[in-house]
């Protein structure tokens, strides 16, 4: 038996602060009976709309998210295996940060002891600095003659924005946190990076962070646990080594994650 879909109070107070806000259509019923609406736009329109949907985000509590059709065609199959119920209550008590160092250490453990003492080498500042990282923006294309490409911007239910995971309740497979991970994950590149999700398809994620790490050891600190959460590992910022990523990372407002 399906789940109605509720439709979420926020949608008025959007409709009385925001007065050119087009028509929401609906786009999604969640596992847990959640509504997503939203409305078409293109990738140069996208991150305004993100801003202004995500000031509104507090006496809303709807969570904007820019989205492709992929990333629809892969939330109609979930794949996790715990309930909403389940993922909810493990994602306050999971500990993000704990979880990342829990990875780290296992694959410390998986690698070569070659390999493990070239990253212990890096972590500890004995990297080469390339003198151009790569840093890329945001994941929002144009087509071969430089025009926009259409995506939708999403509203999603959330009491906090680190619980989208949960509500989406989508993950699980390969590489990819399950729901309760992904939320405690999240949680954690909130508090410590001000990092914020905006950019959502169905195999890549894009932060915006507002506190990015400012010297190089916070920097290759990031870039660790960077590898554990995503499986993408180096190839978004052409890099080679652990400290390649870290200098893409050092004071860059976005960060973008991707999972074979």
Known sequence: MTTPARPHPGLGVLAAEIADLPPLEPLLVTPSGAQITGFPADSDT????????RDAYPRSGLWPLLMDDDAFECLEDPYTYATVEESLAQAYTLDGAALLAEFGD???????PEYAAEIRAELASDGRWPEQPEQPGLGLRHDGNGRPLAITVALVPAA???LVPVTLHYGGWNGYPDPAEHAAIMRHW?????AEP??????????TVTRPPLTRPEAL???WKYRQYNDGEYDLYRAETLTDL???LLNAPVWR???D
């Open 46 to 53: 996208g991150p305004d709309w993100w801003r202004r949907l």
């Open 246 to 248: 870290a200098a893409g």
């Open 257 to 259: 994650m991707w999972w």
């Open 198 to 207: 905006m950019i959502w398809t169905g195999t890549a994620l894009d932060y």
């Open 221 to 223: 600190a990031l870039a």
């Open 160 to 162: 906090e924005p680190w």
């Open 106 to 112: 296992r694959s410390l453990r998986d690698y070569s």
């Open 190 to 194: 909130l508090d410590r990076y001000g």
